[in-house]
Nanobody, 120 residues
Framework: QLQLVESGGGLVQPGASLRLSCTAS????????MGWYRQAPGSQRELVGI???????VYGDSVKGRFTVSRDYAQNTVFLQMNNVKPEDTAVYYC??????????????WGQGTQVTVSS
């Protein structure tokens, strides 16, 4: 079983920066793609950014140029650096990871979510 533990959410003022972290734990598998999604009240969950095992990034249009997803492969940890945050970035941010086991289909896992609130 793969477990994801997130940290780093909170209240931040518009224009400020915030960094989220998420670590995958467990044994008997490797971790493929990792990244972040978010969900605001009354809205669907949307892509923030992901990073593949090979290092390629994909970002949602609303965060391009402001947010960066990076990864520590040795620690199975993914980071979300949020710069110049805006009130519309307010949401619950969910960590995402794929578990890879040789000879079996990959499976997706989600963290418990961490609240980010952007307000003055």
């Amino acid at each position: 079983q793969l477990q994801l533990v997130e940290s780093g959410g909170g209240l931040v003022q518009p224009g400020a920066s915030l960094r989220l972290s998420c670590t995958a734990s467990g044994s008997g598998f490797s971790v493929g793609t990792m990244g972040w999604y978010r969900q605001a009240p009354g809205s669907q969950r949307e892509l923030v950014g992901i990073i593949a095992s090979g290092g390629a990034n994909v970002y949602g249009d609303s965060v391009k140029g402001r947010f960066t997803v990076s990864r520590d492969y040795a620690q199975n940890t993914v980071f979300l650096q949020m710069n110049n945050v805006k009130p519309e970035d307010t949401a619950v941010y969910y960590c995402y990871a794929t578990r890879i086991v040789v000879g079996r289909p990959s499976s997706n896992y989600w963290g418990q979510g961490t609240q980010v609130t952007v307000s003055s």
